[in-house]
Each structure stands twice: as C-alpha cells, then as structure tokens.
C-alpha cells in the first residue's frame, strides 16, 4: 500500500466515490487552499510530529493543524503527536509540486538538525539525558533530516551537526 495510490483508481468505477482515490480527491476539494497546502507540507513528516515541528518544519500553525484534526485528516496521539495515514500522506505529498517539496524537505531538515544541534550543544553531559529522551521520540525525523541534508550536499548544515548528532547516538 505505501508504494501508490494509483491501483486503487479503477478505470471501470461506474462513480467517482467507488475509488479511495476518489474519495482522498473529494476530501482535497473540500479543503481550503490553506489546508490544501498545509496537508500537502506535513506529508514531509516520516511518522509523527508535534506542534512545534508542525510550525517549524513545515510552516503550519496550529488552527490550521486543529482544522486537519478534526476532518480527519491527521490524527493526535494520546501523547500528543500527530501522524497521517500512510495512503493520505501519498496523496497529500502527489499534490505538492517539485520546488515546494524540495523546500519542505529543506526546512525539515533545518528544523530537526537545528534542535538536535541547540538542545546538545553547550550543555553538561550530565544536563543532556533528559533532552535526549525528548529528542528519541523524533528519531525518524532527525535520521530523514540527516539523509536529506548529506543527499542535498548542505555541507554547513552537515558540519554543524556532527558533533551533536554523535551525542545524539551514542
């Protein structure tokens, strides 16, 4: 399932809501360009996020966020922390266009390097457990983070990032 939306598009459906692929399109439509958008900016995220990196990441405050909630587009955690179905997440990231995508992808990346490097660097060894297990729950994001920065050859953000990645994994 997570390698297309596509097959579930059925040439013969005799209605456009007989297709998840028609539903997900009814869904889109009733958006507003704002969520559209919105939607479209979290499918960055591997797994699950929180409000900050919701902002920070991916540039969606948190009325818009609430919105998504309620439609059911996103779904909140008992902790907290949002997450979107793999399928809805496919469909969101097809309506982001290539540029848009690439800089949301940039901007995550900054956002999660970013707080692993301020919350690891000039702290006491001792002062970084606490920080380390909050950043745990974000170790997908910080590993895509990561991946995306070396594939996009960031070499400034690389090289800030070592050190306090290092910390971070050991």
Same mark, same amino acid.
């Given at each position: 399932?997570?390698? *297309?939306?596509?097959?579930?598009?059925?040439?013969?459906? &005799?209605?456009?809501?007989?297709?998840?692929?028609?539903?997900?399109?009814?869904?889109?439509?009733?958006?507003?360009?704002?969520? #559209?958008?919105?939607?479209?900016?979290?499918?960055?995220?591997?797994?699950?996020?929180?409000?900050?990196?919701?902002?920070?990441?991916? =540039?969606?405050?948190?009325?818009?966020?609430?919105?998504?909630? &309620?439609?059911?587009?996103?779904?909140? *955690?008992?902790?907290?922390?949002?997450?979107?179905?793999?399928?809805?997440?496919?469909?969101?990231?097809?309506?982001?266009? @290539?540029?848009?995508?690439?800089?949301?992808?940039? #901007?995550?990346?900054?956002?999660?390097?970013?707080?692993?490097?301020?919350?690891? #660097? =000039?702290? @006491?060894?001792?002062? &970084?457990?606490?920080?380390?297990?909050?950043? &745990? #729950?974000?170790?997908?994001?910080?590993?895509?983070?990561?991946?995306?920065?070396?594939? *996009?050859?960031?070499?400034?953000?690389? =090289?800030? *990032?070592?050190?306090?990645?290092?910390?971070?994994?050991?």
């Amino acid at each position: 399932l997570e390698a *297309s939306v596509g097959f579930l598009s059925l040439s013969d459906a &005799r209605n456009q809501r007989e297709t998840l692929h028609g539903v997900f399109a009814g869904s889109w439509r009733m958006l507003s360009a704002e969520q #559209q958008g919105a939607l479209g900016r979290l499918s960055v995220f591997v797994k699950f996020f929180d409000t900050a990196a919701a902002a920070g990441a991916a =540039g969606v405050p948190v009325r818009t966020l609430f919105e998504l909630e &309620r439609k059911g587009l996103i779904v909140r *955690s008992s902790l907290g922390r949002f997450a979107m179905h793999v399928m809805v997440k496919e469909y969101a990231r097809g309506k982001l266009d @290539a540029g848009e995508a690439a800089g949301v992808r940039r #901007q995550h990346a900054h956002y999660f390097l970013g707080a692993l490097r301020a919350n690891m #660097q =000039g702290r @006491a060894f001792e002062a &970084r457990g606490a920080v380390l297990e909050q950043l &745990r #729950q974000d170790y997908v994001e910080v590993r895509a983070a990561w991946l995306h920065a070396v594939k *996009s050859a960031e070499h400034a953000l690389i =090289g800030d *990032s070592i050190e306090p990645l290092c910390y971070f994994l050991y």
